[in-house]
């Protein structure tokens, strides 16, 4: 199972409706995760984290599943300027200590149509 | 506002070249990574460092090495390009807590 999946998409969706994607994880002892946003030819950039008790922010609300270990990120009354690729984000300690490393999935392809 | 900058948006080089990539971030974190993004494979962490002269391994650190120096900045180097290696860089920083800033990228082709 890799570390952190999701699907590809792309999610071809239209302007105002309501959109939702997964992401798994396999790594049971990860303690943060995080949706990340990437445009196209840009870096990426935090979206929001993922609180066990789940969050929302506008029109984005984030859940986290910890028995099935899967995040989700739902976007309401989407707007054009929504189409991105989303990143999922899971924090995995990596072995010889320093830093916990950050494992990005590689991303859900969301298009939003007018 | 916070900021990681990269020395180049664009580079060109020819195989055998020894490259250096530049990062720079202005939020004085103890973290930064360096990271290569490809079509289907997503982002890669190549190494990262915890601290000045600390640095560790990533899941991809063959043929690439990196130099921490002072807090605020962190380089790639490339010592023998490949064109294999033409990539997206993307460097990133963050503090102790886990929100992680990236740089603009860097789209480095090698021929």
């Known amino acids: 199972r890799k570390e952190v999946e999701q699907d590809p998409g792309p999610f071809n969706v239209p302007e105002g409706a309501t959109v939702a994607f997964n992401c798994t994880y396999s790594?049971?002892?990860?303690?943060?995760f995080f949706w990340y946003r990437q445009d196209c030819r840009k870096e990426p950039k935090l979206l929001m984290s993922?609180?066990?008790s789940g969050n929302e922010d506008g029109r984005f609300t984030a859940q986290l599943n910890r028995a099935s270990q899967y995040i989700s990120l739902l976007i309401r009354d989407s707007k054009l300027s929504d189409s991105a690729t989303y990143l999922c984000?899971?924090?995995?300690?990596?072995?010889?200590?320093?830093?916990?490393?950050?494992?990005f999935g590689k991303g859900t392809h969301l298009i939003i149509q007018p | 506002d916070v900021k990681v900058t990269q020395s180049s948006r664009y580079l060109v080089k020819r195989t055998g070249e020894k490259v250096f990539l530049e990062c720079v971030q202005d939020?004085?974190?103890?973290?930064m990574f360096w990271y290569r993004q490809d079509p289907g494979l997503g982002l890669r962490l190549i190494y990262f460092?915890?601290?000045?002269?600390?640095?560790e391994k990533g899941d991809i650190p063959e043929g690439y090495s990196v130099s921490r120096e002072k807090k605020e900045r962190f380089s790639l180097i490339l010592e023998s390009a490949s064109t294999n290696q033409t990539s997206m860089y993307l460097c990133?920083?963050?503090?102790?807590?886990?929100?992680?800033?990236f740089g603009p990228g860097t789209r480095l082709t090698v021929t």
């Open positions: 990133a920083s963050r503090a102790l807590v886990y929100e992680q800033y």
């Open positions: 790594n049971s002892a990860s303690q943060s």
């Open positions: 939020m004085d974190h103890e973290n």
């Open positions: 993922v609180y066990s």
């Open positions: 460092s915890y601290d000045v002269k600390m640095k």
């Open positions: 984000v899971v924090n995995a300690r990596r072995t010889g200590g320093g830093a916990d490393g950050l494992t």
